[in-house]
């Protein structure tokens, strides 16, 4: 109960803090809108196939995640809070907490997303809403997951703002592919079974780096 308690009390100062500063959720809305204004100039009113939307879609959704996700952990240091938090929360709720809340963050960042997409391009009409959720779920817990343990291991680097998507490109590889290909079954109405393979390599990927990440974590946050 008491570690319960903890991870809700990170996930609710994570939230007071970010709606008083707004500086992830700014940083993600100016990276998308300015992103998704650049694909349209690109385009000049051509109609991409429901592949590149959905590779398109994702590649937004990375790179606006790369821009906040990682001030779970950098605000802390910035704000110096690090120790304290490290005094007053063992580690398990620390990490949950923060995964919780880039959870939270990444689905918020979707919901934008396809929101600015379903206007933006005609094409991108999701005909599979059971496929699309389930692709969103799993792709946000997963990005959330690599994310979260990524941010906390350069959170003291220097160059932590180069750092980041570096090394979360090579980690979340796997999981983008998945998500592209399953999102674009979701645009051309294909049935739930279609997307079984995609959604048991993100199942197994979620799975794999929400323990293994949890494992590592100790040893990262105490270092």
């Known amino acids: 109960m008491k570690t319960w ?11 007071q803090s970010e709606l008083r500063t707004r500086y992830a959720l700014n940083a ?15 385009l000049r009113g051509d109609q991409p196939s429901s592949t590149v939307l959905a590779g398109m879609f994702w590649v937004v959704v990375f790179f606006s995640a790369m821009s906040g996700l990682s001030r779970a952990f950098v605000s802390e240091e910035e704000r110096g809070t690090a120790l304290t938090l490290q005094l007053v929360a063992v580690s398990s709720s620390v990490y949950f907490g923060k995964l919780l ?9 979707v919901f934008g997303v396809t929101i600015v997409y379903t206007v933006a391009f005609p094409g991108f ?13 799993l792709g946000s817990l997963g990005l959330a997951s690599a994310a979260t343990i990524i941010a906390a291991i350069i959170a003291k680097a220097n160059s932590r703002g180069t750092l980041y998507p570096v090394l979360s490109f090579p980690i979340l590889i796997v999981l983008l592919m998945s998500v592209m ?8 109405g294909e049935q739930f079974v279609d997307a079984a393979v995609d959604f048991l390599v993100l199942i197994s990927y979620v799975m794999v780096i929400t323990a293994g990440s949890y494992l590592l974590f100790d040893h990262v946050w105490k270092d």
């Open 125 to 137: 009409t999701i005909q599979s809403p059971d496929i699309f959720l389930t692709t969103v779920i």
């Open 181 to 188: 290909n399953a999102t674009a079954k979701a645009l051309d």
């Open 5 to 15: 308690k903890s991870i809700f009390a990170i996930i609710v100062k994570d939230l």
């Open 101 to 109: 809340f880039n959870v939270l963050l990444t689905l918020s960042l």
């Open 28 to 42: 993600l809305l100016m990276f998308v809108l300015t992103t998704v204004s650049i694909i349209l100039f690109a």
